[in-house]
């Protein structure tokens, strides 16, 4: 049982799948209208809950170029969730097939090769975001089409000896106050193990009163408490610069949580590494090395 993501992707990133319209170049009031095929997949997807009345579609978002879907595994199955999304896989590239088999074949014939990506959730909340996530996708990609400026990946950033890609407005760069957001295992002991968390909260409150202070917060935000604080700035609308531990692909946009903050402004997004598509998690290595680069960044 369990709640996962699921994206599939056509790998030309042709919008055969359907167009974006932008009603009166409003990202709020934009819609993707489905193509033929688009449309056949929809009904595949919700169809397929009758192979298996176990998982539950919650939510999909066809686009021009991928598919998003949000499963529910309800209870116990005899069979894997990798069988049900290879179900998909298989149904989604058999339309494919078919769709294109008699106006170009040889061009469309590897309509959704690449295997579909599966995120299992789990986090509190996390759902919610996902959901909404994938709800607004459309919104999104007009708001990366209408404000290209912020989404464009700049390189060759140098900081403190260090070459960054970026996404998002470099000019936080040229803050007056940067302030490296970084909680400490021994606070996090102390309020575990001994329940004295006040070194906890006042170090997680002085990150709060620094950014409604001016200062720029900078961080990798990896630790939950390190998560709590970006989450409460963010919904303050402060401005953050975030440290990622991958790359940016030619495709990339921004997470959920990220996304509108990068579209506003507030947020710039570094990265010092090349994107690497098999990459899984983040390393000790990489977070004690991209806590040290807050502390760069921040001239500390």
């Not at 599939?8 to 009031?29: C, Q, Y």
């Not at 193509?35 to 298996?52: A, P, R, V």
């Not at 620094?210 to 989450?231: Q, T």
């Not at 975030?242 to 495709?251: M, P």
Request: charged content about 25%; aromatic content about 8%; hydrophobic content about 40%.
């Amino acid at each position: 049982m369990g709640i996962y993501h699921i994206t599939m992707v056509v790998p030309s990133r042709e919008p055969l799948l359907g167009r974006l319209v932008i009603p009166d170049d409003d990202p709020d009031k934009a819609y993707v209208e489905h193509s033929e095929l688009g449309t056949q997949l929809i009904k595949m997807l919700l169809d397929n809950q009758n192979f298996y009345p176990e998982v539950r579609v919650l939510q999909f978002c066809v686009m021009p170029d991928h598919i998003h879907a949000i499963l529910h595994v309800m209870k116990p199955m005899n069979k894997t969730f990798n069988t049900v999304v290879r179900s998909i896989w298989q149904g989604a590239k058999k339309i494919g097939r078919s769709h294109f088999s008699s106006v170009s074949p040889e061009s469309h014939s590897g309509i959704f090769t690449e295997r579909p990506f599966i995120r299992p959730m789990s986090r509190n909340g996390q759902l919610q975001t996902m959901i909404r996530y994938v709800q607004m996708n459309p919104q999104r990609l007009a708001t990366k089409k209408l404000k290209p400026g912020y989404f464009y990946v700049q390189e060759h950033i140098e900081i403190g000896g260090r070459m960054y890609h970026a996404v998002g407005n470099a000019k936080l760069l040229q803050a007056v106050r940067m302030e490296p957001v970084h909680v400490r295992s021994m606070w996090e002991r102390d309020a575990e193990e001994h329940g004295d968390d006040k070194a906890l909260r006042d170090y997680k409150n002085g990150c709060v009163l620094a950014a409604r202070d001016g200062a720029v917060l900078v961080s990798p935000f990896i630790s939950e408490h390190e998560k709590a604080v970006l989450e409460f700035v963010m919904h303050e609308k402060r401005p953050i610069i975030y440290i990622a531990d991958n790359g940016f692909g030619k495709y990339y946009k921004p997470s959920a949580g990220l996304f509108d903050a990068v579209a506003e402004g507030r947020m710039l997004i570094l990265s010092p590494w090349e994107y690497d598509a098999k990459k899984k998690g983040v390393t000790r290595a990489e977070c004690i090395e991209m806590n040290k680069m807050a502390e760069e960044i921040c001239g500390k």
